[in-house]
């Protein structure tokens, strides 16, 4: 049965008028966007789930906070405000402010990877691994292999397989292992959490070892929400406990700050170590901006360090979930294949299941996503074959175990009735497409996180295009 969720904790100050583009408007628009989503002009999209991030819509008070914003170039106010915050809700020492979540990979991967090294994570992110390849690192999924298995209702999908890690240790040994990369939630497995008990398990492995461990921080807060309402032992803790303790056992972080803190733009990197931040810094003023400042405005600063406090509380994070579990559930009900248990951020359509027909290198993800596109004007994002890109050495697509497309919920934008809206489409668009056989090719194809600027056609006319 579809759940219903508590009332939003915030009424509405401000509305953005969106419309419905006509069929009509739709096909022009997903030619001239070349049938990737990602090219869509966003006043084209009706309901826009493409992603969480920078996508928030900010408090009273967030915008109040951007008024006081602190402009000056060195030494910014707003800056001391933000490192305040990280310190005091996720407790690192040294705060190095960045555009946005990626520059904070970039930093820390050119500080740590050198060719040869080798990065194990619980399954890979777009960005993030691909700054661990730039500077000559080769990424290891050592995830549990749950994750992999979009039907599985494991409740910590997100968990690491400490034996597969254990391996790799042993494999390549621990000096050629700059750090493991931890991300709560896992984005790619559909937002699925890691439990306190795998952290605490990785932690101890690692420090025999002398290996670190660096967070993915962009959706911990979300994390956070599942170990309180899932592990044992930890329902009595409060949100901002649960996300300090889990920060507690890693030696620093990435943050996208578009994500948990309602912002929309911004991140951090932060780490506990002197010395690295240190080098952190010195790569910041070249790559960045000043160490006050990184790429962001005093005001995004403000945002940010307002967000932060907002995204704890325990009714901001139950409504953001509760939304997200609702939307999951109406497609359940309706039999759609989707990633279980619902995630925290999105919910995932398994579109190698609701199109059998079409072969993994006619990207039966991008496929779907451009059909839902075209059935109500709803844009999700494609996880599948084209956001895996190539292997490095192989030069052949990837082909990842699971083939999503996410629909992904910004935070405090949409309405019951919007999500209802989306489902009424998913389930249309799941249905239209049972016998189609044929889906997408390249008509463009960029050399890195080819999903952003790829272009592409229908392999055959009709079918789940037209
Ligand atoms: N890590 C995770 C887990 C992310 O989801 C993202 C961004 C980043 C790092 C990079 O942060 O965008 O601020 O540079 N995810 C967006 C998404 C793009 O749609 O999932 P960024």
Redesign the pocket.
């Known amino acids: 049965m579809t759940a219903s969720y508590a009332p939003e904790p915030y009424r509405i100050k401000v509305v953005e008028p969106i419309h419905v583009p006509t069929a009509e408007q739709r096909r022009e628009a997903i030619v001239e966007a070349g049938y990737n989503i990602t090219l869509l002009r966003a006043q084209d999209v009706y309901m826009d789930l493409?992603?969480?991030?920078?996508t928030n819509a900010m408090s009273d008070r967030q915008w109040a906070a951007v008024m006081v914003g602190d402009e000056a170039y060195a030494g910014s106010a707003s800056f001391y405000r933000l490192e305040a915050a990280v310190r005091k809700y996720y407790g690192y020492p040294h705060v190095i402010p960045t555009?946005?979540?990626?520059?904070?990979?970039n930093i820390l991967s050119r500080c740590l990877i050198r060719p040869g090294s080798h990065v194990p994570g619980n399954m890979y992110?777009?960005?993030?691994r691909t700054h661990q390849e730039l500077n000559g690192g080769t990424f290891h999924d050592v995830i549990v292999k749950e994750a992999h298995d979009a039907a599985s209702e494991h409740p910590f999908k997100g968990d690491v397989d400490l034996a597969a890690l254990e391996a790799l240790i042993r494999e390549v040994g621990a000096d050629a292992i700059p750090y493991v990369s931890v991300?709560a939630?896992?984005?790619?497995a559909g937002g699925q959490p890691i439990s306190m008990a795998s952290l605490e398990a990785v932690r101890e492995l690692t420090a025999r070892h002398g290996i670190p461990v660096m967070l993915?921080a962009?959706?911990a807060v979300e994390n956070a929400w599942f170990v309180q309402q899932r592990e044992p032992g930890w329902s009595g803790h409060s949100i901002a406990e649960i996300l300090h303790r889990m920060c507690d056992l890693t030696d620093g972080a990435?943050?996208?700050?578009?994500?948990d803190s309602y912002a929309n733009?911004?991140?951090w990197l932060a780490v506990r170590d002197q010395d690295l931040a240190d080098n952190a810094r010195s790569l910041l003023v070249v790559f960045e901006g000043l160490h006050t400042y990184g790429g962001m405005a005093g005001r995004d600063m403000e945002a940010v360090a307002q967000g932060i406090e907002e995204s704890v509380r325990e009714e901001n994070i139950r409504a953001r979930v509760d939304q997200v579990t609702y939307l999951g559930d109406r497609l359940l009900d309706a039999g759609v294949p989707v990633v279980r248990p619902i995630g925290g951020?999105?919910v995932c359509v398994d579109a190698a299941a609701v199109l059998p027909g079409v072969p993994r290198d006619e990207f039966p993800a991008q496929t779907l996503a451009a059909a839902l596109y075209l059935d109500s004007g709803t844009r999700c994002?494609e996880r599948g074959v084209v956001s895996a890109g190539r292997d490095p050495r192989t030069g052949a697509n990837r082909h990842p175990d699971l083939e999503l497309i996410?629909l992904?919920i910004p935070r405090r934008v949409y309405t019951r009735s919007h999500l209802d809206v989306v489902a009424d489409s998913v389930i249309r668009t799941v249905e239209a497409g049972r016998d189609v056989t044929s889906g997408l090719r390249f008509v463009h194809e960029p050399a890195t996180l080819r999903f952003f600027l790829a272009r592409f056609a229908p392999v055959r006319e009709g079918g789940l295009l037209g």
Do not use: L, P
């Open positions: 493409y992603t969480d991030s920078g555009h946005q979540g990626r520059g904070a990979e992110f777009t960005t993030t991300a939630t896992v984005n790619m993915d962009a959706r990435c943050m996208s700050a578009k994500k733009i911004g991140g951020h999105a994002a996410r992904t």
